[in-house]
């Protein structure tokens, strides 16, 4: 089945520590994203790549890396430098970035101890 | 002011009601609309997906885009139980690169009592 996988689910953080979050896609899709899900707050966008090899920051990158090595993987790293990091990520991907139909992956909550 | 503002709930209706659900923005030049659903702790799944103004119909549920009132609506008819989930609408310019800026509404909290 074509989809979004997201790994891991759940992940415990100390202060002070990188941590990766997985991103993979089997839609064949160019463009992927990211975004951070807050209480009572709309999706934000950390990053976004349109193409391998190519990625844009998006409104909330301070604290954030990624890369785009592979169309099919956009893994993000929340840096130590995040102020607040403990939420809810979510990896999306879409056929291009002129359309508004994006395909999420489930989610991984980060929680910062 | 946020650009997209939307009412979180919780809303509680009983099985078989009409739900109404609303989202108001201040940017005129948005020209697509959407409506996600999102159960408890999953991603987004598109439910809607319209092009400027009018009505656009899927079996129980029917988006409305009024841009004359920067307003949109989702309606679910005879509602079960698995509508049950959070609703975020979400809207974009269109164009080259736009969905990059697509802005999300902070989403409604649904719930339908059997």
């Known amino acids: 089945d074509g989809g979004i996988t997201q790994s891991p689910k759940y992940l415990f953080r100390k202060e002070g520590q990188n941590v990766t979050l997985s991103c993979e896609q089997n839609l064949n899709h160019d463009a992927m994203y990211w975004y951070r899900q807050d209480p009572g707050q709309g999706l934000r966008l950390i990053y976004y790549?349109?193409?391998?090899?190519?990625?844009q920051k998006g409104d909330i990158a301070e604290g954030y890396s990624v890369s785009r090595e592979k169309k099919e993987s956009f893994p993000l790293t929340v840096t130590s430098a995040q102020k607040n990091p403990t939420a809810f990520y979510l990896c999306?991907?879409?056929?291009?970035?002129?359309?508004?139909?994006?395909?999420f992956g489930e989610g991984s909550r980060l929680t910062v101890l | 002011q946020k650009e997209v503002e939307q009412d979180p709930g919780p809303l509680s209706v009983p099985e078989g009601a009409i739900v109404s659900l609303n989202c108001t923005y201040s940017?005129?030049?948005?020209?697509?609309f959407m409506w996600y659903r999102q159960y408890s702790r999953k991603g987004p799944e598109l439910l809607m997906y319209?092009?400027?103004?009018g009505n656009k119909e899927d079996g129980r549920f029917t988006a409305q885009v009024d841009k004359s009132s920067k307003y949109i609506s989702l309606f679910i008819r005879d509602s079960q139980p698995s509508d049950s989930a959070t609703y975020l609408c979400a809207m974009f310019l269109g164009g080259y690169s736009s969905a990059s800026k697509i802005i999300f509404g902070s989403g409604t909290r649904l719930s339908i009592r059997p």
């Open positions: 790549s349109q193409i391998v090899n190519d990625f």
């Open positions: 319209t092009y400027s103004s």
């Open positions: 940017n005129s030049a948005f020209q697509y």
């Open positions: 999306a991907s879409s056929f291009d970035t002129n359309t508004g139909e994006l395909f």
